[in-house]
C-alpha cells in the first residue's frame, strides 16, 4: 500500500541553524501539506502546495519557513534559523486530486536546543 | 482558536465493549469531517470520513453520526478491541475552495481494557 515517507525521523538542531525535513509523498498524489504538533498541543496546519506553489499558509509559516518541490517525488520544508519554539513533531501529508482525505507521514521530531 | 473541540481528553472502555468519541465544532463554514488515530510516534492515519450533506457513514466497526444543527460528530467503534488503543483526533474540512487544509481537535486517548 502507498505511503508518505519522511526523514530524518529525527532531527536536533542549534538555535539558528537552517534544517530541511524531506517527504516523499503518495506518487500520484497533487497536494501536498505540511503540519506540526507541539507537545502536548493539536496538530497545526503549516501550509499547502499544489501546482508547485503555495496555495495557502498559516500565521505559523513565516519568512523562516519555506516549502519546495524539487523533484516529481521530493517535498521539502527549510527552516533558515531554527527557534526554540520550532521543537515540535513535523508531519507531511499528501492527497489525490478527487478525495478529501490527507495521508500523513510518520513526522519527523525536530528538537532545537 | 478552538474551532474543533474533543472535550474528553481520554477514555477508557472494556473489550468488546462500544467506544463513542465525541467532537463538537463551532465554524458553520465546516463540510467535511475526519476521523484520524494516532499511535505513538506515528503520523495520523485516516480512519473514516463524512459530509456534511449526510449524518452517517459506516465503515466496518467504525460508525461516524453528524448532527449539522448540534455541530457535533460522534465516532463509534463496536466492538471495540485492544488493538484500537490509540489518540483519535477529529478534523474538519472548511466548503470547497479552501485547499482542504485540516483543523484538528485536541484529540481524545482511547484505552481499550482486556
Known amino acids: 500500500e502507498p505511503e508518505v515517507t519522511q526523514t530524518p525521523s529525527h532531527q536536533v538542531t542549534q538555535m539558528g541553524q537552517e534544517v530541511i525535513l524531506r517527504c516523499v509523498p503518495i506518487?500520484?498524489?497533487?497536494?501536498f501539506y505540511w503540519y506540526r504538533q507541539i507537545l502536548g498541543q493539536k496538530v497545526e496546519f503549516l501550509v499547502s502546495f499544489y501546482n508547485n506553489e503555495i496555495s495557502e499558509k498559516s500565521e505559523i509559516f513565516d519568512d523562516q519557513f519555506s516549502v519546495e518541490r524539487p523533484d516529481g517525488s521530493n517535498f521539502t520544508l527549510k527552516i533558515r534559523s531554527t527557534k526554540l519554539e520550532d521543537s515540535a513533531m513535523y508531519f507531511c501529508?499528501?492527497?489525490?486530486?478527487?478525495?478529501?482525505?490527507?495521508?500523513f507521514g510518520p513526522g519527523t521530531r525536530l528538537t532545537v536546543t | 482558536d478552538q474551532q474543533v473541540k474533543q472535550n474528553s481528553p481520554s477514555l477508557s472502555v472494556q473489550e468488546g465493549r462500544i467506544s463513542i468519541l465525541n467532537c463538537d465544532y463551532t465554524n458553520s463554514m465546516f463540510d467535511y469531517f475526519l476521523w484520524y488515530k494516532k499511535y505513538p510516534a506515528e503520523g495520523p492515519t485516516f480512519l473514516i470520513s463524512i459530509s456534511s450533506i449526510k449524518d452517517k457513514n459506516e465503515d466496518g466497526r467504525f460508525t461516524v453520526f453528524l448532527n449539522k444543527s448540534a455541530k457535533h460528530l460522534s465516532l463509534h467503534i463496536v466492538p471495540s478491541q485492544p488493538g484500537d488503543s490509540a489518540v483519535y483526533f477529529c478534523a474538519a474540512i472548511p466548503k470547497i475552495g479552501s485547499n482542504y487544509k485540516l483543523t484538528f481537535g485536541k484529540g481524545t486517548l482511547l484505552t481499550v481494557n482486556p
Open positions: 506518487s500520484n498524489h497533487l497536494y
Open positions: 501529508a499528501s492527497r489525490g486530486g478527487l478525495l478529501y482525505e490527507q495521508y
